[in-house]
């Protein structure tokens, strides 16, 4: 056999190199080349760490109740209705109070009440904060007496709102008065998120806008309301839990229905098991409004490309 020389085109060709198959991948017929598929674990865990993560918070939520009650329970032993009622005494009273129909009525007396006025606070407050956050001529003009009436209680409008609602007939004067007491403590709170969240957009957002000749309502619709609008739906959610606490100081003072009627006629009648129950439905439901708003916002965020987490 003759070696081949130096020059010759088969010894210039580089030496045969075996081909390395991926692991756990067979060759595929023909002889084909081997489209190797890299495993996604990562991507399949995601969910499952998702769902023990959620799983975790579940139970620390639901041991942090039970604590509670185990003390409330512990701490309230031998007592009557007429004390302060443990827990067992306030759940038969809300089984009570159910079977009679009273909770149900009064439940939706109050947030009849709670929608009105947080709806008008929102359709009053947005464009108020907007016009604020943009004119400071009219913010110069308005701010002092946002400011002097934003600290004044709520319930300190009482007699005020009896004296101006007092003669109206195609409505319980009562339930004007009570939601006029929501819109005011809902209106301040949204008025002054609204302008702070108008403030904080980038200026060059809005010279870029304005460069395409964007101008009036098509600026506050394509720009402002868009580049705000987190901070304004945090505002609409921290609202309507204040506008929550005030519909029931409202219905313990003015009128004959709701959650807060309820806590006073139970303690004229010395039943405070059922004072405790309507306080329990009280911070059931908050905690239900606050869940519905943070769900709101979440999907009206998600919709603009925003994730919170």
């Known amino acids: 056999m003759t070696r081949p020389s130096a020059g010759s085109p088969s010894a210039m060709q580089s030496p045969t190199v075996p081909r390395q198959e991926p692991v756990g991948h067979p060759p595929p017929p023909g002889g084909g080349p081997v489209l190797h598929r890299p495993a ?20 620390l939520s639901l041991s942090g109740v039970l604590a509670c009650l185990g003390l409330w329970h512990l701490a309230t032993l031998g007592n009557s209705r007429t004390d302060i009622s443990g827990p067992l005494l306030v759940a038969e009273g809300l089984r009570e109070l159910l079977a009679q129909g009273v909770l149900q009525k009064n439940v939706v007396a109050s947030l009849f009440r709670v929608a009105w006025g ?15 956050g943009r004119s400071a001529g009219a913010n110069s003009a308005l701010d002092p007496v946002v400011q002097i009436l934003r600290p004044i209680s709520p319930i300190a409008w009482l007699p005020i709102s009896t004296l101006l609602f007092g003669g109206v007939t195609f409505f319980d004067p009562a339930d004007v008065s009570s939601i006029f007491l929501i819109f005011l403590a809902a209106f301040f709170p949204i008025v002054t998120a609204t302008r702070a969240a108008v403030r904080a957009i980038d200026p060059r957002y809005l010279r870029s806008a304005q460069n395409f000749g964007v101008e009036g309502m098509e600026l506050v619709r394509l720009v402002i309301l868009p580049a705000a609008l987190p901070q304004i739906l945090t505002g609409l959610r921290l609202a309507l839990g204040i506008a929550w ?57 998600r919709r603009r490309g925003i994730v919170r987490r």
């Open 118 to 132: 947080f709806v008008l606070a929102a359709t009053a407050g947005i464009p108020l904060g907007i016009l604020l």
């Open 40 to 59: 996604r674990p990562a991507l399949a865990a995601a969910p499952r760490e998702q769902r023990a993560g959620r799983l975790r918070r579940w139970l």
């Open 245 to 301: 606490v005030v519909v029931v100081a409202a219905e313990m003072l003015g009128v004959q229905s709701g959650l807060g009627f309820q806590v006073n006629d139970a303690r004229n009648n010395l039943r405070y098991d059922l004072v405790i129950a309507a306080m329990v439905m009280i911070g059931i439901i908050g905690l239900l409004l606050d869940r519905l708003m943070t769900a709101v916002e979440t999907a009206v965020l």
